[in-house]
């Protein structure tokens, strides 16, 4: 576990955000190109003064429906515990002569459906997108404008102003995500909530579950109740696991959909298995039940190909999984499945892939099921070999792009490191920033790209502070990498940029990595 109070001590150095700075009677001069927001935004202008919130501020909204009404209310939630103030949330046909607007338009194609204008003047803050999806990555945007005390939970006795100007928004990459391995340690539902607002909070859209493994069964199936009584009872080094149960995970799904967030469930077959064969033997060609394991090794396991058995779990599992889970994709895995032959392999994934497409959804793949007959519409996520990303592209898939030496989260920064492992590569703060998804691999281009993916796999992690420590800082530049333009994202930019995010996080009460390579300021 890592100290935030240690950190700062060591670390820090005191800083003033320039919006800050604020007189008792006139706006003081700002400027909104100097403020730091990550991902940093397609265009940004200035004019150089200020909006202030105060306890009058309203928040109207053009179009008063369900999804509005919950992002205006997000806004307000999220305003409240440090301002103190109570806003009044009001229908407006008509944009007002002041306070905080929420505008649904059509004026604008660029935007999609996750771009946003935000307009600031003296008197109003508009907010304008083509979808409340987008009006919610504005909302991120905005609380990066004001102070960083804005993230606190209590009231702070200040001003609240924005800099005037104009930002326009939109994202890269269609799939910017994350995955937390829940298997290996388990994670409370309390804590992956967390995860889905730190993520959101730089506008990520996507949370991959790493749901069952060699060490732990994490969901409820309903019709095979032993994967979790028994399967679900460890983790790594022997602790206790657990599990979601199915309405913890309808809990987690809508909790994440609030924030426009879609759940990507992983059941990891036919090897990483370990904890299904020693619930139901008869997955097992043997027919014998393996013990529990609580070790880190890998490809040992793997589900009986041959048995119709086998097919009718991989069937019931799926069916369940697509029920509770009203996004697109359901992730199979496939994986390392070192004794799984690859005759067995192939017809295996092929037949797993006609399950997944069988109840509505599409099927998403570590970069090994490439070996298999792929659908156009499956998905292959590239982790270890870019030749099984071409493979992929040559079969018509998209790639999710998450080579380990760049992109994963559980590596550990530097040699001194005490989480995380080294096997890919050592990944410190400026290694994760400095790479492009589309020009890593000259076969893989722009076209092929559905976006990226950092995953954290927790053997080592097993606390909310352990996982914040190897997300933070990282998990922003990969957010900053699956949004922002290639041509505005320059490291000697961005770390100035990430530096003055320190007060920021530390009021988020965020376990950061204090890298070196970052000059930390705060306030």
Same mark, same amino acid.
């Given at each position: ?70 992002? +205006? /209310? *997000?806004?307000? %939630?999220? !305003? $409240?515990?440090?301002?103190?103030? #109570? ?112 993520? +959101? /909070? *730089?506008?990520? %859209?996507? !949370? $991959?579950?790493?749901?069952?493994? #060699? ?309």
């Amino acid at each position: 576990m890592h100290s935030v109070t240690e950190k700062t001590k060591r670390h820090l150095i005191i800083f003033i955000f320039p919006i800050l700075i604020f007189s008792c009677t006139q706006p003081e001069p700002t400027d909104l190109t100097k403020v730091s927001i990550i991902p940093i935004p397609v265009s940004v202008e200035a004019t150089g003064s200020a909006y202030t919130i105060t306890s009058e501020t309203v928040i109207y909204l053009s179009e008063s429906n369900d999804e509005t009404k919950n992002v +205006a /209310a *997000y806004l307000s %939630n999220l !305003l $409240h515990p440090a301002t103190g103030f #109570d806003f009044k949330i009001e229908p407006s046909e008509n944009e007002p002569k002041a306070g905080i607007y929420l505008a649904l338009t059509s004026e604008n194609n660029e935007l999609g459906t996750e771009g946003y204008e935000l307009e600031v003047t003296e008197d109003v803050m508009k907010l304008s997108a083509n979808q409340p999806e987008g009006l919610f990555r504005g909302v991120q945007t905005l609380r990066q404008l004001l102070p960083a005390d804005i993230e606190a939970q209590s009231v702070q006795n200040q001003q609240w102003q924005v800099a005037t100007g104009k930002i326009v928004d939109y994202p890269e990459y269609e799939h910017r995500g994350s995955m937390l391995d829940v298997s290996r340690h388990f994670f409370r539902k309390e804590d992956v909530k967390r995860y889905i607002d730190l993520i +959101a /909070a *730089y506008k990520m %859209n996507r !949370l $991959h579950l790493h749901l069952a493994d #060699d060490q732990g069964w994490r969901i409820e199936i309903k019709s095979w109740p032993n994967l979790t009584a028994h399967g679900g009872k460890t983790e790594v080094g022997g602790g206790e696991g657990g599990f979601y149960t199915q309405e913890d995970y309808k809990e987690i799904v809508q909790y994440a959909a609030e924030r426009y967030i879609m759940i990507i469930p992983e059941i990891d077959m036919p090897g990483h298995t370990n904890a299904a064969l020693s619930s139901y033997p008869e997955l097992n060609c043997s027919g014998e039940a393996p013990e529990l394991y609580t070790g880190t090794e890998v490809g040992f396991s793997t589900l009986c190909t041959d048995k119709e058995i086998t097919y009718k779990f991989v069937d019931d599992v799926i069916s369940e999984l697509a029920t509770l889970t009203p996004g697109s994709y359901i992730h199979v895995g496939g994986d390392e499945s070192h004794v799984t032959a690859m005759e067995d392999y192939i017809p295996f994934i092929n037949r797993v892939q006609e399950i997944v497409m069988s109840h509505n959804k599409k099927m998403i793949g570590w970069d090994e099921v490439v070996n298999a007959e792929l659908d156009s519409s499956t998905i292959v996520q590239y982790w270890s070999e870019a030749d099984n990303a071409v493979m992929a592209i040559n079969q018509g898939a998209k790639v999710i792009m998450s080579p380990a030496y760049k992109a994963y989260l559980d590596m550990q920064y530097d040699s001194a490191s005490t989480l995380g492992q080294n096997w890919a590569a050592y990944i410190e703060v400026d290694e994760a920033y400095q790479w492009d998804l589309a020009s890593l691999n000259a076969t893989i281009t722009r076209d092929n790209i559905l976006g990226i993916e950092a995953p954290l796999w927790s053997e080592t992690i097993e606390t909310m502070d352990d996982i914040e420590y190897l997300m933070f800082p990282r998990i922003m530049g990969y957010a900053e990498i699956g949004w922002s333009p290639v041509k505005l994202r320059n490291w000697e930019e961005y770390k100035l940029r990430l530096a003055a995010q320190s007060s920021r996080l530390k009021i988020m009460q965020v376990d950061y990595y204090p890298s070196t390579k970052v000059p930390w300021v705060t306030n």
